[in-house]
C-alpha cells in the first residue's frame, strides 16, 4: 500500500529565502506519481506540482522545483524566493495503486513566510 | 468560468440528522472524488466515481453514501451511522489520467455537528 510521509508540522522561512519542504513515500508500484498541493486558508487545494516516477528530470513550475530523489523515495518541494503569500499548508500526494484512480495524501506542513 | 462548486460552504447539523453535501463542476471531467479533511491528518478519500453510475468506496467510506446521477453532479450524504462527522470536506474531479494530470478542487464545505 502507498504511503506518504510529511515530518515537518510546521516552518518558517524569510521573505525572499529558498525553503524545502520534505516528503518521503512507499510504495511497491515500479510506476508511480507524485504531487504537491498547496492549501491556503481559505481551504481550496491548489496543484502546484508533478513528478512522474520515470521522469529523469526534475520537475519545475515557475518558483517550484521538486527534488526527486528515487533511491531514496523522497520529493521534496522547493519554493525559490519565497513570497508572503506562500504562507499555507503544504500537502504532498502520491496517485494511488496500479489501477486505481485516487491520491493518497500526507498530513501536511504548515509555512510561514516572515517579513 | 469552469470549476468545481461547492454548497454550502458552512453547515450546522444536529446529532441523528442527514446532510447531503452539494458538488457540481462544469470541467466536464469523468472522475469526481469526496475528501475529508481533519487537523493534522491531512486527506482521506471517502468515495470516488470514475464514470456516471458507477463509485467505490475509499478508505473511510463508512456513514456516507454518494451518487452519481450526471456527470457533473456528486452529492455525499453524512448520515446518523457517521460516528465523528465534523471535518472540512473537499470535492475534487479529474480528466481520469492521474497518471500526468491533476485533481481539481472544490472550496470545501465545513459541518459541524452540534
Known amino acids: 500500500a502507498q504511503k506518504i510521509t510529511q515530518t515537518q508540522p510546521g516552518m518558517f522561512v524569510q521573505e525572499k529565502e529558498a525553503v524545502t519542504l520534505d516528503c518521503t513515500y512507499d510504495?511497491?508500484?515500479?510506476?508511480?506519481?507524485l504531487f504537491w498541493y498547496k492549501q491556503p486558508s481559505s481551504g481550496e487545494m491548489i496543484f502546484l506540482i508533478y513528478?512522474?516516477?520515470?521522469?529523469?528530470q526534475n520537475a519545475t513550475e515557475g518558483r517550484y522545483s521538486l527534488n526527486f530523489q528515487k533511491a531514496r523515495k523522497s520529493a521534496n518541494l522547493v519554493i525559490s524566493a519565497s513570497q508572503l503569500g506562500d504562507s499555507a499548508m503544504y500537502f504532498c500526494?502520491?496517485?494511488?495503486?496500479?489501477?486505481?484512480?485516487?491520491?493518497?495524501f500526507g498530513t501536511g506542513t504548515r509555512l510561514t513566510v516572515i517579513p | 468560468d469552469g470549476g468545481i462548486t461547492q454548497s454550502p460552504k458552512y453547515l450546522f447539523r444536529k446529532e441523528g440528522q442527514n446532510v447531503t453535501l452539494s458538488c457540481e463542476q462544469n470541467?466536464?471531467?469523468?472522475?469526481m472524488y469526496w475528501y475529508r479533511q481533519d487537523p493534522g491528518q491531512g486527506l482521506r478519500l471517502i468515495y470516488y466515481?470514475?464514470?456516471?453510475?458507477?463509485?467505490q468506496k475509499g478508505d473511510i467510506a463508512e456513514g456516507y453514501s454518494v451518487s452519481r446521477e450526471k456527470k457533473e453532479s456528486f452529492p455525499l450524504t453524512v448520515t446518523s451511522a457517521q460516528k465523528n462527522p465534523t471535518a472540512f470536506y473537499l470535492c475534487?474531479?479529474?480528466?481520469?489520467?492521474?497518471?500526468?494530470?491533476?485533481?481539481?478542487f472544490g472550496e470545501g464545505s465545513r459541518l459541524t455537528v452540534l
Open positions: 475534487a474531479s479529474s480528466d481520469g489520467h492521474l497518471n500526468t494530470g491533476e485533481l481539481f
Open positions: 510504495t511497491s508500484d515500479q510506476s508511480y506519481g
Open positions: 513528478q512522474g516516477s520515470y521522469d529523469e
Open positions: 500526494a502520491m496517485r494511488g495503486e496500479t489501477g486505481a484512480n485516487n491520491l493518497f
Open positions: 470541467l466536464n471531467h469523468d472522475a
Open positions: 466515481s470514475q464514470i456516471v453510475n458507477d463509485f
